[in-house]
């Protein structure tokens, strides 16, 4: 009976000694699985609190900086306003833009002027252009 009784409990512990040492390492493997997940997510949380904080830092300065800008802005706009109205009413300015609007009316009414706004706004385009748009049309649609 002593034999019987020791071979009882042998047999089982070695049986339960081998599905335990899978049990263990399968809840070890789950173990480091789930201090790998604590340990990602306090990562990507504390990337998460470190960007907002910097976009919230970000916002702030824009928002000063832009009030800071608005009237430098404006005021530097007013100034170019009057330097632009003073430039343009200069007495050289003026004798440069008739020299030029003088040089432009001599072309266009010249004798190569004249041919070139005949040349260009002559009416007779717009028919020459539809005749061509329709033979495209028609040549469109008996291909396809």
């Not at 343009?88 to 030029?100: E, I, M, P, Q, T």
């Amino acid at each position: 009976m002593g034999l019987s009784r020791v071979a009882i409990i042998v047999a089982p512990t070695q049986v339960v000694n081998s599905s335990s040492s899978v049990i263990a390492m399968l809840a070890f493997t789950l173990i480091v699985i789930f201090r790998c997940l604590r340990v990602l997510h306090a990562v990507s949380l504390s990337l998460h609190n470190r960007t907002s904080w910097f976009a919230w830092q970000l916002s702030c300065v824009c928002r000063i900086l832009g009030g800071q800008a608005y009237p430098a802005l404006k005021l530097l706009q007013h100034h170019a306003a009057i330097l632009v109205t003073a430039l343009w009413k200069a007495k050289s300015v003026r004798h440069l833009r008739k020299k030029v609007v003088f040089e432009f009316f001599t072309l266009m009414l010249g004798s190569c002027g004249n041919s070139l706004c005949l040349l260009l706004f002559w009416p007779g385009w717009w028919f020459l252009a539809l005749i061509l748009a329709l033979i495209w049309v028609a040549i469109r649609w008996s291909t396809g």
